[in-house]
């Protein structure tokens, strides 16, 4: 197995903003006297894009003609959060700076909009690392389909075999399956049956790249 580039995911891989997203959800919602929880979140909307969000609570409470608005003010609470609290996930900037070194081509492929990710490339300052930088919003559907991730393949001028991709949630997983790329899970219920078929699964990034520079499974091509 040849590795040239390795995509990852952004929240929950590179930023702890799973909190963040269900903090936005549920303050955007109590201005429509909804009340939602952080599991209900974690449950129906992890790992979605922005529309597909607002579309899952329009249609679970009914909300009639609010869509947009409810994106507009998730996404307000979303940027505002990581732009005041945004922490790096453990160990990220050391794998990030592993895979470079290596010889690897980095790429992000997200759900977020582009408001969000320059929100957290501003906060954490990872502009230098990524080669391309993919959104799902520019794409006809989001994770689990694999869109995103056969768009970034294809900014790459890559083969979906020589890109190994590392994700967090299921419809991520998923996503990159279904795109035909190796996936790297990295989360804290990573051994749950969901993630069958991942290439490795850990409970951390240090776990992963400990486990990667351990190894000779990902061979590479250094760029020249």
Same mark, same amino acid.
């Given at each position: 197995?040849?590795?040239?580039?390795?995509?990852?995911? =952004?929240? !929950?891989?590179?930023?702890?903003?799973?909190? *963040?997203? $269900? /903090?936005?959800?549920?303050? #955007? @919602? +109590?201005?429509?006297?909804?009340?939602?929880?952080?599991?209900?979140?974690?449950?129906?909307?992890?790992?979605?894009?922005?529309?597909?969000?607002?579309?899952?609570?329009?249609?679970?409470?009914?909300?009639?003609?609010?869509?947009?608005?409810?994106?507009?003010?998730?996404?307000?609470?979303?940027?505002?959060?990581?732009?005041?609290?945004?922490?790096? =996930?453990? !160990?990220?900037?050391?794998?990030?700076?592993? *895979?470079? $070194? /290596?010889?690897?081509?980095? #790429? @992000? +492929?997200?759900?977020?909009?582009?408001?969000?990710?320059?929100?957290?490339?501003?906060?954490?300052?990872?502009?230098?690392?990524?080669?391309?930088?993919?959104?799902?919003?520019?794409?006809?559907?989001?994770?689990?389909?694999?869109?995103?991730?056969?768009?970034?393949?294809?900014?790459?001028?890559?083969?979906?075999?020589?890109?190994?991709?590392?994700?967090?949630?299921?419809?991520?997983?998923?996503?990159?399956?279904?795109?035909?790329?190796?996936?790297?899970?990295?989360?804290?219920?990573?051994?749950?049956?969901?993630?069958?078929?991942?290439?490795?699964?850990?409970?951390?990034?240090?776990?992963?790249?400990?486990?990667?520079?351990?190894?000779?499974?990902?061979?590479?091509?250094?760029?020249?």
């Amino acid at each position: 197995m040849h590795i040239k580039a390795v995509i990852f995911d =952004m929240d !929950g891989v590179i930023i702890d903003s799973e909190t *963040f997203w $269900q /903090q936005a959800q549920i303050m #955007a @919602l +109590a201005d429509y006297d909804v009340t939602v929880n952080a599991t209900e979140c974690e449950t129906l909307t992890k790992g979605k894009r922005l529309d597909e969000i607002a579309r899952v609570w329009c249609e679970k409470f009914d909300l009639i003609g609010v869509s947009s608005q409810l994106e507009k003010k998730i996404i307000a609470h979303v940027t505002a959060l990581i732009s005041t609290h945004g922490e790096p =996930m453990q !160990g990220i900037y050391a794998a990030l700076t592993y *895979f470079q $070194q /290596q010889g690897y081509r980095l #790429a @992000l +492929a997200t759900s977020s909009s582009h408001q969000v990710i320059d929100a957290v490339f501003r906060k954490l300052g990872l502009w230098h690392y990524f080669e391309v930088i993919s959104s799902a919003d520019d794409e006809a559907h989001g994770k689990p389909h694999p869109a995103v991730y056969l768009a970034t393949a294809s900014k790459l001028h890559l083969p979906v075999a020589d890109c190994l991709v590392i994700e967090d949630s299921q419809s991520g997983f998923q996503a990159a399956q279904a795109a035909g790329m190796k996936t790297l899970v990295v989360t804290e219920d990573c051994h749950h049956d969901k993630f069958s078929g991942a290439l490795g699964r850990y409970y951390s990034m240090p776990a992963l790249l400990q486990a990667i520079i351990a190894s000779t499974v990902l061979q590479h091509e250094p760029v020249a």
